[in-house]
């Protein structure tokens, strides 16, 4: 950590002092708009016109918040009269309890939080992890550099940033895993050969493993302490099965750590096929591109191929080194990367490329624009509510938004297109109908789970209390359901699950079905979210539940609006604001002798309620 | 052209498929028009179901009964299905290289390891994209039970299973709520054309279309009387009554009613296998579960002579332990377990492949499972060598590197 601090030093002296300054932001998004219209006007393309307050206020509910405004929330900022209103939303929304229930989704997919059966990985504490970076607003730098280099218990509060290498604790999957997640770059190929397309060798893929090389997950204990447990685990097995995994599970919960962090050297695979390594050859560590790291290797490459193929040499700390390259705003990718993919949540177009395959040189069809949006993002220190209010205070993201077509504009980085809502923007936009404050039960605070509750508790236990509390308890499946019930108890009140953001269900609380129906990533693979149609997901938005939960629930937020109306027009007006968050045109006004319930149907069912625009 | 229109699957992307020439898919006369595939998950006992040709200790309390074909001895737990030994193969040296249930149950279905790179499609997806064609008005992959999936991995997810989690529930909001009458349903699409028609103005997108075509779909899927193909209630009486009212059972008579429908591939679900303990007090219901609703499905093809044509699969992730451990139970052992096949021109009545006595491990003509796999496609007339790639361009094969096995076959 040490060297990571010293590298933040260095990048803070080296940036101006005033960088948080709002004057300063507002002239980054100026310097944006410049570029994008020095560009439009190159190619001969018309610039965009901007858009109205109503279009707006939706845009940015969805963008900031992941949901679309209620409909109090539409009319207070339509009748404000301050000029400067947008960024007053726009400071707003970053600063509310909808953030973190937004962007923890992105997060969460890019991330892959996800409960995994039997392997005891259980992701509450990695959840709340990112919740809680969200909420603080932790630099994005440090977040990265946090996942890459985690170590420790998987279960202690706090340290839930593990998470990230228990989901793939096979070494070099989870380093493939980690290059594509925080650099864009794509090298699983390398993995297994030598790419015939691509840069990469299998060399330089063992090279880099190399630092990171004998971490590993071990969710028992360490062979000194499981010598203390041993004997009562054998006695507890052929006593009964019951006692035993409850033993054995507890056991785990205070033990499961991310071990090692690192020798610097790795050895090539006993396959290894080509021409410049020998199986079983040491590999020292080295980066794929930039400024290699020092590392204090107490060993030689010449002595330790010397030794068992098993040896790997002194653990050094070179997963530190290899977190310190891969967040450095000197590596090329690290920033880009993170720009790109911001870029492309908010406008939804790729800025330099494919999120998940991009190359250091590229810098996309605008190199001027990338260029300036990487030195937003060190500039911003890789504060991210920062940088996006930089992007959404920008013209180019207040103007109409595009469709790509066949026949559609080439240069399309002028601002947004159209396109889908996430399945978590469009479950939770049905919540701004149900309920007038849609946020109300974001939590904003850690959150204990059974894991995390009962790490607490384990950590006053000595080997006696577990086979107590194994001989005493309920069995297998209530030992989970006794801590899950404790933690929740400490939580406190958590309102009513059909009131909670989709963001807030955890491991213990159910996938949220018609959030995966409509697209939620299942969170085997990075950027796993898609926004397809399908026939069930089309058959539960016709005929499925929302007909209760809003078309007809009295209690719904959108039923007490239009209670009492009795002017077809007015009504027209609620519905239309409520759900499309903008006023019936002309043309729909033929629409206002139909049924309530009908408009509101079809209005839930339509393109423009689900696509952004 | 046949009058009948895809509906299912074109409405699912709106986008139209790369239509595959019925020809070029086959590399061999099919014998097999599709699969049931029955998958116990959790890990079906072999030496408590169909391999009891082991030392006495293997097989437990398990007792050895006779069926209707010598030589074939079953295990007492299966009373119905020993009486129909003659129309199925027992494989009783499957081996995988993988003990835990996730990864498991992900390479019987898949052929691959799981890795977190990529998610690969599962079989059923693998034949419903190779054999789908314009004429097929269902999915030609459907998967029954509770929690059911298919997963269609790195192909679009137009190719993934239907669920159907509950058979009297049939698929899930299929139907109209009856609330809304049929009048007040098309006052609400003609409401829905307007509004649609009036965004694609200014913002008709792939997207967009892509909606538009699979609302269409939908509705087209909701009206067609393919829909009965889910209904049981319309089957008739000399089927239902081969079938007890178990939900497996039901399940095995909507599988066998899809078949005749031509539907490619179905897979239905039995988990609760995974018994460490107890397993003598736990495994007793389930064994008689299958024995019944497999027992009754091997009937009802018969009697509808789709058995021919029909290729029936008894798989799981792995077998169990020899040992019955110091609870009563039997841990996870991949080496050597049993599955079974029907239909389709397989050997049936005999018995293919060994464990040693002892149980430890599969013996003779030992079968992994991507060469069950590769059998599968094989006998639908599909190379398991056909390749497709994921997003990133890596190829990969239906059957990873599996052979098929053409001497299960007679």
Redesign the interface.
Known sequence: MTRFLTLLCCLAASVSVAVAQSADQSEQSQRIDQLVRAKVDQVGQDRRPGIDEYTFCRRVYLDTIGRIPTIDELEMFIEDKDPDKRAGLIRKLLHSKGYQSHWYNYWADLL?VKY????LHHPGNYAQWIKESLRSNKPYDQMAHELINAGGPLYKPGNGATGFYA??S?PL?HL??SV?TFLGL?I??AQCHDHPFDIWTQKDFYKLAAFSSKTHLRVDPTANLEKKYAKDRRIL??????E?IVYRESVRVKHAAIHGNGTGFMRLPHDYQYDDGKPHEVMEANVLFGEMPNLNHKVTKAELDTLNHKNAGPPINSRESLADWMVSSDNPLFTKSIVNRLWHQVMGTELVGPL??LSPDDMGPHPELTEELVAIMKASRYDLKRFLSVLFNSRAYQSR?A???ADGPDYVLDGP????LSAEAIVDSFLSLKTEDPDQYVPTEFQWDGFTHFYEKAQKMNVQDFVDYSIKGPGRAAFQKREEKAAKKRNGDMGPKHLWRVSTYGHVDGSHEVAMLLGKSDR??IDGA???????????L???HL?HEIMSQPLAYLHRKLEGITNPDQRMEVIWKAILGRLP?A??RA?VA??QD??I???L????F??A? | MNRRKFI?SV????MSLPFLNANSAVTSAPKAKSVINIFLSGGLSQYDSFNLEVEQSVRGNSKIINSNVDGVRVSHYFPTLAQQMDKLLVINSMKSNQG???AGIYKMLTSYDP?????HPELGAWISKRLTTEQDSLPNFVSIGKGSAGTAGFF???W?A??VKNTSAG???????P??TQS?FA??LG??N???A???Q???????R???D??L??LK??NSKDIDAFALENESESIVRLYDKQEFSRSCMLAGRLVERGVRFVKVELGGWDY???IYGKLPSNASKLDKGLSSLLNHLTQKGLLESTLVVVSTEFGRKPEVN??K?RDHHPDGFTCLMAGAGVKAGQVYGTTTKDGQTAAEDVLDVIDFNATIAWRLGIDPNYEEKSA?G?PFKMANQGEARRELFA
């Open positions: 892959r995994v059966g039997d392997k989901r793939e096979m999957d493939a895993n594509k794509s699983e190929c097995k052929n006593k009964s099965f019951d035993w998940g395959s938004a469709t790509l077509n297109i159209v396109r889908r085997e693979l898609n926004k397809e149609p399908n026939i069930p997901q089309i058959l539960y016709m005929n499925g007909e045109k043309s729909e629409l139909h049924e009908d408009l149907w079809a209005l069912n339509s393109n423009e689900r696509f625009k | 299912y409405g699912m992307t709106g835990a249930h996730p890795r977190s790179s990529v998610t679009p997810g137009q993934a239907l669920p698929i899930d909001f299929v139907n109209r709520n609330k809304v007040k006052e609400r409401i829905l307007t509004l649609n009036d965004f694609a200014d913002h008709s997108t792939k997207e967009t892509a909606y538009v699979t609302y779909g939908s899927f909701m460490h303990d107890n110091p609870n139970g990133s890596r």
